[in-house]
Nanobody
Framework: QVQLVESGGGLVQAGGSLRLSCVAS????????LGWFRQAPEKEREFVAA????????NYGDSVKGRFTISRDNAKNTMYLQMNSLKPEDTAVYYC????????????????WGQGTQVTVSS
C-alpha cells in the first residue's frame, strides 16, 4: 500500500509560480512511476505530467508543456511539480498518482492516488 500526500497548492495571480510536492510512504519509492493530474469543477480529470522511476523519461500534457516541470527526489520519497506562467485555466485540484509499471496519461492505469491540493489562479 502506498500513501501519497500533496502540498503546495494555494492562490496565485496569473503569471505567477507555485511548486507542488507529493510525499509517498512507499519503502521502495524509486520503483514507482509517478504522475500529476488535475480536475477542475465539472470537468474530467486531466493528465498534467508523468515521470519514470529514474527520472530518465518525462511526459507532459499539451496544455502545460513549456510551463510546468515534473521532477522527483527518490532519496526524499518526494515528487515535485514546478508550475510557472500560471493561467486562470490552470485552476483545479491537483492530484499525484503512482503505479509500478505505468507513467502515461491514462488516469485509470494508476493504482495509488493522493487526496489532492487546490490551486487557484486569479486573473
Amino acid at each position: 500500500q502506498v500513501q501519497l500526500v500533496e502540498s503546495g497548492g494555494g492562490l496565485v495571480q496569473a503569471g505567477g509560480s507555485l511548486r507542488l510536492s507529493c510525499v509517498a510512504s512507499a519503502r521502495t519509492f524509486s520503483n514507482y512511476r509517478l504522475g500529476w493530474f488535475r480536475q477542475a469543477p465539472e470537468k474530467e480529470r486531466e493528465f498534467v505530467a508523468a515521470i519514470s522511476w529514474g527520472s530518465s523519461f518525462t511526459n507532459y500534457g499539451d496544455s502545460v508543456k513549456g510551463r510546468f516541470t515534473i521532477s522527483r527526489d527518490n532519496a526524499k520519497n518526494t515528487m515535485y511539480l514546478q508550475m510557472n506562467s500560471l493561467k486562470p485555466e490552470d485552476t483545479a485540484v491537483y492530484y499525484c498518482a503512482a503505479d509500478k509499471t505505468y507513467y502515461g496519461p491514462d488516469a485509470g492505469a494508476y493504482e495509488y492516488w493522493g487526496q489532492g491540493t487546490q490551486v487557484t489562479v486569479s486573473s
